[in-house]
């Protein structure tokens, strides 16, 4: 499996998609804070960070005598970067640009 | 909350593999002929000891829309070449992030197998709220770049490809 598989494999849960909505929400949790948020076992909740972590979506970094769960988004920039982009760039600026030029129009 | 998690909020880290040696990933961070090539596009000027200055220059095509000359300016704290990098970082270009401060800044680089190296950025962004969305890609939209996770993406697209991505293209984006 190569770097870009295993993140769309980790993406493809919906736990994990949710873990790293907690971490976008509040980056650097502990398992036990991860944890109380799932209804889960802990062992469950380890299992799904293990595979966020070998996708790199998820990097942990010890502070003191905890053990910190911070979300890393560049794997997904990588895929956006390399791959999405060249497809969709155009068309997606121009929503934006769109989006933007409507929302403007909306609070004048 | 305790105290350790009230500053692991305001803590980004960043991970990406890379395959070249550490080396060349440390060359890439630390030399301007290199630092011009991929994200912001400006050239630093590092003295690799502690306690010696860094400056981040703005590139070309930011002061042609009026931005100062110096984009960043901070400290080495520790310089370890090819593995670690500390130092501090603060945003002089513009008023509102210069008056966050400084900041604190580590590159941890580490040697893999297969000849990939693995680079971690971590940026402790205490009392940063506007350059914590800044760098983490918030403000793309507004053409600011995609903070650190897009310079990593192209960091590593110009050491395994020898080409960066289209820098003054995806600034102006959006």
Avoid: C
Wanted: zero cysteines; hydrophobic letters at 35%; a negative charge.
């Amino acid at each position: 499996m190569n770097d870009d598989d295993r993140v769309f494999k980790a993406l493809a849960d919906p736990t994990r998609r949710f873990l790293l909505d907690l971490l976008y929400e509040r980056d650097g949790r502990t398992l036990t804070q991860l944890e109380s948020e799932l209804e889960m076992t802990r062992f469950g909740v380890m299992k799904h960070l293990r595979v966020l972590e070998d996708a790199g979506l998820v990097v942990t970094h010890r502070q003191g005598r905890e053990k910190l769960h911070f979300l890393n988004p560049v794997p997904v920039r990588l895929i956006h970067d390399r791959w999405i982009d060249k497809y969709t760039e155009r068309r997606v600026s121009a929503l934006a640009e769109l989006k933007q030029e409507l929302e403007g129009e909306g609070t004048a | 909350m305790t105290t350790s998690t009230d500053t692991a909020v305001t803590t980004q880290v960043y991970r990406v593999y890379i395959k070249a040696s550490p080396e060349r990933i440390w060359q890439a961070i630390t030399d301007p002929a290199w630092t011009a090539r991929y994200g912001y596009g400006g050239t630093v000027d590092y003295d690799l000891r502690p306690g010696g200055k860094y400056i981040a220059f703005t590139s070309d095509e930011m002061r042609a829309t009026g931005a100062p000359d110096v984009a960043i300016d901070g400290e080495v704290l520790e310089a370890d070449p090819p593995r670690k990098l500390v130092q501090t970082w603060r945003m002089v270009m513009d008023p509102q992030m210069e008056s966050e401060g400084f900041t604190k800044l580590t590159y941890d680089i580490a040697e893999g197998e297969g000849g990939v190296s693995k680079l971690t950025l971590t940026h402790e962004l205490e009392g940063a709220p506007g350059l914590a969305t800044l760098l983490s890609g918030g403000l793309e939209e507004l053409g600011a770049g995609g903070g650190w996770a897009w310079v990593l993406s192209d960091l590593k697209t110009l050491l395994e490809t020898g080409n960066g991505m289209d820098t003054e293209h995806a600034l102006n984006q959006g």
